[in-house]
């Protein structure tokens, strides 16, 4: 009953440091999705997929990557991590991305920037 | 632009007593509607959705859509401490995809 996974949960990089996050899912999603949460800010679209094959940019894309490995599998990588990036990071998955059904959310990655 | 928006709060209800949460969307597109509650440090889960003008209920929460107003609401019965969390409100199926509100801060007052 693991839903959706992401790991690691908690990581310090130093500026300039490169690290991926990785997510998967085993509820047969179609649509992934990253997310940053800050104080504040509510959630926020970094980068979606709406289905195996496919990303797409969302409201702050910049400084990330993404890949859709397969339909379980979406990774987020910085590539050169900036204190901006420090933030909790979450992975979603849904049947579809403009069909309404639920979002289910993995537990959150806690990210540092130093 | 596409916008969902929740006062921020703090919103603070004695316990036992109806916590009422608001959620303006500006989509007219949008065809479902959701309600995450999120512990501090924690991830959202949700709560109620609703697809359908009128209200729907699930135990102590109530969740009421009027989509002429662009208007949706939860409504918490039986207020208690543990419902104190941050409420986010998702609008979706629209022209514009899945869009959150940024929350209302929900506090129970034992």
């Known amino acids: 009953n693991a839903g959706v996974t992401q790991t690691p949960k908690f990581q310090v990089l130093k500026t300039g440091q490169s690290m991926t996050l990785q997510c998967a899912q085993d509820?047969?999603?179609?649509?992934m999705y990253w997310y940053r949460q800050d104080p504040g800010m509510g959630l926020r679209l970094i980068y979606y997929s709406a289905s195996e094959g496919t990303t797409d940019k969302g409201e702050v894309p910049n400084g990330y990557n993404v890949s859709r490995l397969n339909k379980r599998e979406f990774s987020l990588r910085l590539e050169s991590a900036a204190p901006s990036q420090t933030s909790v990071y979450f992975c979603?998955?849904?049947?579809?991305?403009?069909?309404?059904?639920?979002?289910?959310f993995g537990e959150g990655s806690w990210l540092t920037v130093v | 632009q596409k916008e969902v928006e929740q006062n921020s709060g703090p919103l603070s209800v004695p316990e036992g007593a109806i916590a009422s949460l608001n959620c303006t969307y500006s989509d007219r597109g949008s065809q479902s509607f959701f309600w995450y509650r999120q512990y501090s440090g924690k991830s959202p889960e949700l709560i109620m959705s609703i697809y359908s003008n009128g209200d729907k209920e699930d135990g102590r929460f109530t969740a009421q859509l009027n989509k002429a107003s662009q208007y949706v609401s939860l409504l918490i019965r039986d207020s208690q401490p543990s419902d104190s969390a941050t409420y986010l409100c998702l609008s979706g199926g629209g022209a514009d995809g899945l869009t959150f509100g940024k929350g209302t801060h929900l506090i129970i007052q034992p």
């Open positions: 979603a998955s849904s049947e579809g991305p403009r069909s309404g059904n639920t979002i289910y």
């Open positions: 509820m047969n999603h179609n649509s």
